[in-house]
């Protein structure tokens, strides 16, 4: 893809991940990577491809869950790892690094949907016609695509996947979500509510 950047030490691939839940004994652990953390944060390339060999997958899911389009996720990743190399530096361990680079990633992914969205609203203000209607985006209602978690994940409206995903799958608080969309802690918690309603009702 043209303007595609690298992440240092590896090249952009596709990575793909699991898809619901992981279980913990599949979860990159700290101890093994410290001292790849230590290296990549004085610059290592190397020291960071062993990081990213470690958390791409994760970070992948995210990526995916969020957006619902692998190719855009696959990008994403890209996206994200830079930022981290970038921020490397400043890391100070407040927080565990699979912490920090979660937040990084969720970050990443609500700047690509705004930068989105600003997008589309400038080709509206061009292409705007008399008697043209906006439309938006609807969920498949077909039971036959919505027969399984995943596609009924993808199939939530954004805000709402994005909370479910947050919450449920991810295990942030309603605090930090809220914090992190600029919602109110009772919006999101209203998101989340309808979010599950909606998948008890596609899976039912």
């Known amino acids: 893809m043209p303007g595609q950047r690298s992440v240092p030490g590896r090249h952009p691939t596709h990575v793909s991940g699991p898809v619901i839940r992981h279980p913990a004994s599949?979860?990159?652990?700290?101890?093994?990577?410290?001292?790849?953390?230590?290296?990549?944060?004085?610059g290592d390339p190397e020291a960071f491809g062993a990081l990213y060999d470690a958390h791409?997958?994760?970070?992948?899911?995210?990526?995916?869950?969020?957006?619902?389009?692998?190719?855009?996720?696959?990008?994403l990743v890209q996206d994200v790892f830079l930022k981290v190399w970038e921020g490397l530096p400043g890391f100070r361990g407040d927080s565990s690094?699979?912490?920090?680079?979660?937040?990084?990633?969720?970050?990443?992914?609500?700047?690509?949907?705004r930068g989105d969205r600003r997008r589309r609203d400038r080709v509206a203000l061009v292409e705007d016609h008399?008697?043209?209607?906006?439309t938006a985006a609807t969920p498949p209602t077909?039971?036959?695509?919505?027969?399984?978690?995943?596609?009924?994940?993808?199939?939530?409206?954004?805000?709402?996947?994005?909370?479910?995903?947050?919450?449920?799958?991810e295990g942030y608080?309603?605090?930090?979500?809220?914090?992190?969309?600029e919602i109110p802690i009772g919006t999101c918690r209203s998101h989340l509510f309808r979010a599950r309603r909606h998948l008890r009702e596609e899976l039912a």
Do not use: K, Y
């Not at 920090?100 to 690509?112: I, K, P, Y």
């Not at 008399?130 to 906006?134: E, F, L, Q, S």
């Open 97 to 113: 690094f699979t912490t920090w680079l979660h937040r990084v990633a969720v970050n990443v992914v609500l700047q690509a949907r």
């Open 142 to 169: 077909d039971a036959a695509l919505a027969i399984d978690l995943e596609r009924a994940v993808a199939a939530l409206p954004e805000v709402l996947r994005t909370v479910f995903v947050l919450h449920d799958v």
């Open 173 to 181: 608080r309603h605090e930090e979500i809220a914090a992190v969309l």
């Open 56 to 75: 791409a997958g994760r970070v992948h899911a995210i990526c995916l869950r969020m957006s619902g389009d692998p190719a855009h996720a696959a990008e």
């Open 26 to 42: 599949c979860l990159p652990r700290e101890g093994p990577i410290e001292s790849s953390l230590a290296a990549a944060r004085r």
């Open 130 to 134: 008399p008697g043209a209607t906006a």
